[in-house]
């Protein structure tokens, strides 16, 4: 817990992502990043990690974050106002170009901006594709996470593709590597958009963030 943490019970943080919930605006830049005002969670993650997918299990949407076969599609930071308590940031996906194992300058320079200087960002999902594992780009984020001092939630995606040992096995391995680097928040949450699984607890963490 940080000091932005206080307990929220499932039914509230239900309620809150079951509300109203909209997109309010794209920023290209760091030049044209909207005003700061709720606390605002941050959802980041390699293209195709089923970023936009979680968002619209966590919302209830089928359709407010949009979901593309093609990586590297989105490449604006979408910010959507939930219940007027809490912001959602969907982040440009990294890792998009062909074979790419370094991150894109272009990606670093913006998304650094925005988690360097963004006063009300209170945390960041960092969404790890769980067939995959912590692969070196995603070592390569938490390091920058790391660096710009931000405290950051990592997100097994698509834990329903794995067979009960597996999921355990990853998480284990995802909880350690986790453990290596100074802002990842302790824990790691296991989720399937598909299935629901986890996304109560999920609500629950980014609930407790919200100015509720």
């Excluded at 912001?87 to 991150?103: E, F, H, Q, R, W």
């Excluded at 040992?165 to 990853?170: D, G, I, K, P, S």
Aim: aromatic residues 6%; contains cysteine; glycine residues 8%.
């Amino acid at each position: 817990m940080t000091d932005d943490d206080h307990a929220v019970d499932p039914e509230t943080a239900r309620k809150l992502f079951a509300g109203a919930c909209d997109f309010f605006w794209g920023a290209s830049s760091e030049e044209n990043l909207p005003p700061v005002s709720l606390p605002e969670v941050a959802f980041v993650g390699r293209s195709n990690v089923g970023k936009s997918s979680l968002i619209n299990a966590l919302t209830g949407r089928k359709a407010l974050a949009r979901v593309s076969n093609t990586p590297g599609r989105t490449r604006e930071i979408n910010f959507f106002n939930l219940g007027q308590k809490l912001i959602l940031v969907d982040l440009p996906g990294y890792g998009y170009a062909k074979a790419s194992k370094t991150l894109a300058a272009e990606w670093q320079r913006m998304i650094f901006a925005y988690l360097q200087g963004r006063a009300s960002l209170k945390r960041v999902a960092l969404l790890i594709d769980a067939r995959r594992g912590v692969g070196d780009i995603d070592r390569a984020v938490m390091t920058l996470l790391d660096k710009a001092a931000v405290s950051y939630l990592i997100v097994l995606t698509k834990l329903d593709q794995l067979k009960p040992v597996e999921a355990a096995q990853v998480h284990e391995t995802t909880l350690a590597v986790s453990r290596k680097h100074v802002a990842a928040y302790p824990g790691v949450e296991g989720t399937s958009a598909l299935k629901g699984q986890g996304l109560e607890g999920l609500r629950a963490h980014m609930a407790a963030l919200a100015a509720l």
